[in-house]
Structure formats: structure tokens, C-alpha cells
């Protein structure tokens, strides 16, 4: 979701990077130091909503691409994901920005692709249409990946699941279109009870909310910006609480992963599914930051203690965020 318009965005940019310099760390010394990588874990990176990157700064998404590739050993970075709105107006010009950034991961890390509204024709002014991902990257290139499990219809990639191992676990991550239709939930489930043991990540673009409650257009309405019910008629899309009811909670997912909220940008949820587990739920989304979001990565070091350190890192900067919304740890279930 872009919040604020794209001429009023440029107008403050110069500014704001002024201060930002300016400022520099002066507060952030009062907070606590990025932890260091600890031996033995292995790493998954987020690219939140990189629509401004791929609109008006390409080079600083190639920029987090290539962290991510020189990064890869040193970090143990075994998937990349990115979490929607992968442009902002659905054209050609911003999805070739994007997939030249992206390909950069070819041969180095696997990734996984979701759509989010706004690669939904411009302006994200439909819930399920034609997108240009398909146009850009099919699932023919990923057929080859020892981890890619496969797509819900043949060459159409908004739908697919991803098998890997990683820390002595055996994992799924299922990537799931803009507001899934009712079909999409049950291949779904379909996929999931193939694979009961593997512990699954759900990653689609609208699920948590930023006040740390999913979306739930039945309780809440319109006190929730841009659910997906405001882009459809309620048959044609499920927000969080319906895919957290029909979909989440009946299964063994440890990570739900989403972006699309842009007043904060930070959510964080963990709730007990129906088999006693716990599931994380994560929204975070930098596009209202300078430059759509001043090159942030959101990673997430999962350690042989079975905790997740959460750290969010730009190569732009070389500095890290180090209030308590961007760098805290959560445990994983046994």
C-alpha cells in the first residue's frame, strides 16, 4: 500500500535525508547493539513492499539483492522472500527493475514470490486480475529448485510452496496470492496435509494489522485501512482472521509473514493454533521510510536454541534498526 503521494514523497525526501544524516545515531547509542550471528544458525531475509524501489530507486533493490548474495555463507542465508507489492503500478518498466534485482539471487539463494495489490494492475484497485509477475517470472525457472514444490495452476506463480531443510527441521513455506479466494484455502489445505510434519510458513501480502491484531473486516470494518474486503466483495477475497480460521490455525505453522500496512509498518502476533503450537505472526513493511524505505531488510536468524533473533538491517546505510519493533526474538515451538 503507498500512502503518501509519490510528488509530496519527493518533495520531503531531501529533507528528511538531511536529518537523517544529521541526526545520525545521536538516540540510537541509548538502545542495544545488534546481537552478533551466532554459529550454527542459518538465515532468512524479508523484502518488505519494494514497490518505491522498483518505481523510483532500482538501484537501492539490486543494492539489498547483492548483501544478500555476498552475505549468503557468512549469514547462512537460505531463503529469501518477499512479502507483496513487489511494484507499485504494475507495469513493465517497474517489474523489469524488480527482476533484475531479484534474478541477481539466481544460482545463490532460493526465493519465493507473492504478489500484493499493487501488482494488480496500477494502483491496486482490484483484489484478483491479471498481474505481471506471471509476464516476469514463471514457475518454468523455478521447476528446476531442489525446493520448489510446485504452483497451484500451471504458469501462474501467485499461488505456490517451496520444501527445504534448514536447522535440522524439515520446512514449508506456502506463498499465497493478494486476499486468497476460498479456492486458493483449500489447495491450501490440499498442500498441507501432504505435509504434516513439515513446519510451515505462511507468506501472503494482507494479514496482520498493525495495532498486533489480524485483519478482520467482520469485527472491525473500516477501522482497519485497506482490508482486503475493501478491494472485493466478501466471497471474492478472505482477510487475516478468515485465512487465520480456515487455513492457519489447523495446521503446523510456526511463521505467518505479510507486509501492506504502511503507518507503522510493524505488527507482531503469536497465537495458539488448534493442536496447543504456537504461531508467530509478522507484518512489517519500510515504504514510508525515505527512499521507499532506505534499503531496510527485515532478517530473521533462526538459532540452534530453536529462538529467532529478528534484526532489520540496510546495506544502503550499513547500519541496523534497534528499537524493540525491529530487533527482538521469539522462540519456536520444540
Known amino acids: 500500500m503507498s500512502c503518501i503521494p509519490r510528488l509530496l514523497r519527493r518533495v520531503i525526501v531531501g529533507v528528511v535525508l538531511f536529518s537523517l544524516f544529521a541526526a545520525g545515531a545521536a538516540g540510537a547509542e541509548k538502545l542495544p547493539p545488534p546481537p552478533p550471528f551466532v554459529p550454527g544458525s542459518w538465515t532468512m531475509v524479508l523484502l518488505p513492499d519494494t514497490q518505491m524501489y522498483a518505481q523510483d ?9 547483492h548483501w544478500i548474495v555476498k552475505n549468503r555463507d557468512r549469514y547462512n542465508i537460505r531463503y529469501v522472500v518477499t512479502l507483496g507489492d513487489i511494484t507499485n503500478l504494475d507495469t513493465d518498466v517497474q517489474w523489469q527493475h524488480a527482476r533484475d534485482a531479484i534474478t541477481e539471487l539466481d544460482g545463490h539463494v532460493p526465493y519465493v514470490l507473492v504478489a500484493g495489490n499493487h ?19 514463471s514457475p518454468a525457472q523455478f521447476r528446476d529448485w531442489p525446493s ?24 514449508i513455506i506456502l506463498a ?9 484455502i483449500a489447495w491450501a ?12 510458513i505462511l507468506v501472503t501480502h494482507a494479514y496482520l494489522y498493525d495495532d498486533g491484531t489480524r485483519y478482520d473486516w467482520a469485527k472491525k470494518g473500516k477501522s482497519q485501512d485497506w482490508n ?5 466483495p466478501k466471497a471474492a477475497a478472505n482477510d487475516g482472521e478468515e485465512l487465520w480460521q480456515k487455513l ?7 511463521l505467518t509473514l505479510n507486509g501492506h500496512v504502511c503507518h507503522t509498518g510493524l505488527g507482531f502476533l503469536s497465537s495458539k493454533n488448534d493442536h496447543g503450537k504456537t504461531t508467530h505472526q509478522m507484518l512489517v513493511d519500510y515504504q514510508e521510510r525515505p527512499l521507499g524505505g532506505e534499503g531496510y531488510l527485515r532478517i530473521l536468524e533462526f538459532r540452534p536454541d530453536k529462538t529467532v533473533q529478528v534484526k532489520s538491517y540496510s546495506p544502503f546505510y550499513d547500519k541496523y534498526l534497534r528499537d524493540a519493533g525491529n530487533q527482538f526474538t521469539f522462540k519456536l515451538d520444540p
Not at 228 to 232: E, F, N, Q, S
Open 248 to 254: 492457519v490455525r489447523q495446521h503446523n505453522f510456526a
Open 228 to 232: 482486503p474486503h475493501d478491494y472485493a
Open 119 to 137: 501488482d494488480y494492475t496500477p494502483h491496486g484497485d482490484v483484489v484478483h486480475g491479471r498481474s505481471g509477475l506471471n509476464k516476469f517470472f
Open 189 to 200: 489445505n490440499e498442500v498441507l496435509a501432504k505435509y504434516p510434519e513439515r513446519k510451515a
Open 57 to 65: 530507486y532500482p538501484g537501492l533493490f539490486t543494492m539489498q539483492t
Open 176 to 184: 499465497l496470492e493478494w486476499s486468497p479466494r476460498n479456492a486458493t
Open 148 to 171: 520448489f514444490g510446485g504452483a497451484m495452476k500451471p504458469n501462474d506463480i501467485t499461488n505456490s510452496y517451496h520444501l527445504f531443510r534448514a536447522g535440522g527441521i524439515d520446512w
